[in-house]
């Protein structure tokens, strides 16, 4: 017969301390450690908190405000409006990557929608079936070798690299609020388009805070994958664009209404809720 074997007082006090040091041995070998396209994690999450706070109690509610009480139809020619703007500068980096077809596109979408679509207020190039190809100068020096260097989170602007933080001055140049005047008329511009930006992006923010165990990698994995696959593959056209929807990207606030068109002097972000446009 088998006999039971007692184990010392000694014996019995290690196994827990045993099995809580085996345990925490296999919870750091299944840990992913430091991502190392983000080294600067801890500050940029802060940082990321600071515009998340920002967002909340001052951005969010003047959107949803603005989604409120501007009717569909007139938050929609606002959108065209700045997408017509962004393609200019569009057009000027196509040319600097040496894509001339996007380039011819995005000058006859601005021509077309200028003259005949009320300064930019209706999308006529896109009811002929001429796309949107959407550009900037980060995506410029990725096309001449430049690499994306660690990911940013920037005060307000959101997520960037190192690359698309340099890139901001040229963009900034580029972007045709600039020759706007008088001053307080291009600041209003400025305001208009931030906050219509963010009512269109409303519900894709709240399907991030539902889905998201980690809002700060999602957003950024997200963001890198997109920078990526835009420099591997050139910019992503409207038409992309809706086939990534259909597929299961986050939706639009407004069905029938496109994102704003990003603005010039904005960081690339993800495609969620930045406190300010993307690229």
């Given at each position: 017969?088998?006999?039971?074997?007692?184990m010392?007082p000694?014996v019995?006090?290690l196994l827990p301390?045993?099995?809580?040091?085996?345990l925490?041995a296999?919870?750091?070998?299944?840990?992913t450690?430091p991502d190392?396209?983000d080294p600067?994690?801890?500050w940029?999450?802060?940082?990321?908190?600071f515009n998340?706070?920002?967002?909340t109690v001052?951005?969010?509610?003047?959107?949803?405000?603005?989604?409120?009480i501007?009717?569909?139809?007139?938050?929609t020619?606002?959108?065209n409006?700045?997408?017509?703007?962004?393609?200019?500068w569009?057009?000027a980096n196509?040319?600097?990557?040496?894509?001339?077809?996007?380039?011819?596109?995005?000058?006859?979408?601005?021509?077309l929608?200028?003259?005949?679509?009320l300064?930019?207020?209706?999308?006529?190039?896109?009811?002929?079936?001429i796309?949107r190809?959407?550009?900037?100068f980060?995506?410029t020096?990725?096309f001449?070798?430049?690499?994306h260097?660690?990911?940013?989170v920037?005060?307000?602007l959101?997520?960037?690299?190192l690359?698309?933080?340099?890139a901001?001055p040229?963009?900034?140049q580029?972007?045709?609020?600039?020759?706007?005047?008088?001053t307080?008329?291009?600041?209003?511009?400025?305001?208009?388009?931030?906050?219509?930006?963010?009512?269109?992006?409303?519900?894709?923010?709240?399907?991030?805070?539902?889905?998201?165990?980690d809002?700060?990698?999602?957003?950024r994995?997200?963001?890198?994958?997109?920078?990526?696959?835009?420099?591997?593959?050139g910019?992503?056209t409207?038409?992309e664009?809706?086939?990534?929807a259909?597929d299961?990207?986050?939706?639009r606030?407004?069905?029938?209404?496109?994102?704003p068109?990003?603005?010039?002097g904005s960081p690339?972000?993800a495609?969620?809720?930045?406190?300010?446009p993307?690229?």
């Amino acid at each position: 017969p088998c006999t039971r074997t007692q184990m010392s007082p000694r014996v019995s006090n290690l196994l827990p301390r045993l099995c809580a040091l085996l345990l925490a041995a296999s919870l750091a070998g299944c840990a992913t450690g430091p991502d190392p396209r983000d080294p600067w994690e801890p500050w940029n999450r802060r940082v990321d908190r600071f515009n998340e706070h920002v967002d909340t109690v001052a951005l969010k509610p003047v959107a949803i405000a603005y989604r409120d009480i501007v009717p569909p139809l007139a938050r929609t020619g606002v959108a065209n409006f700045f997408g017509n703007l962004s393609d200019i500068w569009s057009a000027a980096n196509s040319l600097m990557q040496l894509k001339v077809q996007y380039a011819a596109d995005n000058v006859l979408r601005f021509g077309l929608n200028t003259v005949f679509g009320l300064g930019g207020l209706l999308d006529i190039a896109s009811d002929l079936g001429i796309e949107r190809h959407r550009e900037d100068f980060g995506q410029t020096l990725g096309f001449w070798g430049v690499g994306h260097g660690p990911y940013m989170v920037l005060p307000l602007l959101g997520p960037s690299t190192l690359r698309d933080t340099l890139a901001l001055p040229v963009d900034r140049q580029g972007d045709p609020l600039r020759l706007v005047g008088p001053t307080e008329l291009e600041t209003g511009l400025y305001v208009l388009r931030v906050v219509d930006f963010r009512a269109n992006v409303l519900r894709a923010s709240t399907v991030l805070d539902q889905v998201a165990l980690d809002k700060y990698r999602f957003t950024r994995d997200a963001y890198l994958q997109r920078r990526r696959a835009d420099a591997a593959r050139g910019p992503r056209t409207d038409e992309e664009r809706e086939s990534d929807a259909q597929d299961g990207a986050i939706p639009r606030e407004d069905d029938d209404t496109d994102l704003p068109s990003p603005a010039p002097g904005s960081p690339a972000g993800a495609p969620m809720a930045p406190l300010l446009p993307l690229r």
